[in-house]
């Protein structure tokens, strides 16, 4: 097992880059404000997280996660959600919509995709759930990326 070592802390990276981070910061405000439920947000970023390997990200959002009462049988099933059974239309669908905007780099996002995430969230749910997957993208390269060590639970 490899041991990945801190390049940068996540405070140094706020008080170094407090622009790029206010920026991030009003993304995800931008969010919340327009109404998204946070449960479902924060298990979208959980998701996204693991697929992208960010620690400090998953960490900080499971932390989160379980503040808002999210069911720790979803918690613990996320990874596997299509197979759990356990997750809602809306979640299934949200979660679905995540995973193509990770994987943007293999190609195109088909439109049965959009069409299928449109079946359960009005054209403005999808447009903050689209703000909310590319915010947390951002924020797994950059954790990733600088290494950022998990925060305390």
Excluded at 1 to 16: G, W
Excluded at 37 to 46: F, G, M, S
Excluded at 53 to 76: E, P
Excluded at 122 to 148: D, K, P, Y
Aim: hydrophobic fraction near 50%; charged fraction near 20%.
């Amino acid at each position: 097992m490899s041991h990945h070592a801190e390049h940068v802390s996540y405070k140094t990276f706020t008080t170094t880059a407090k622009d790029a981070y206010a920026g991030l910061s009003a993304l995800s405000k931008a969010v919340n404000d327009a109404g998204m439920d946070k449960a479902l947000t924060e298990l979208v970023k959980i998701r996204v997280s693991q697929i992208n390997g960010c620690a400090f990200c998953l960490q900080f959002h499971i932390t989160l996660a379980r503040k808002l009462g999210v069911d720790q049988r979803k918690l613990d099933l996320v990874a596997v959600w299509k197979e759990a059974g356990i997750f809602s239309a809306r979640e299934m669908a949200a979660l679905a919509w995540a995973e193509q905007l990770t994987a943007i780099a293999s190609g195109p996002v088909p439109a049965d995709a959009y069409d299928a995430m449109r079946q359960e969230f009005s054209e403005q749910e999808g447009i903050f759930l689209t703000v909310s997957i590319a915010t947390i993208n951002a924020w797994n390269r950059i954790g990733a990326g600088l290494a950022f060590a998990p925060p305390a639970p």
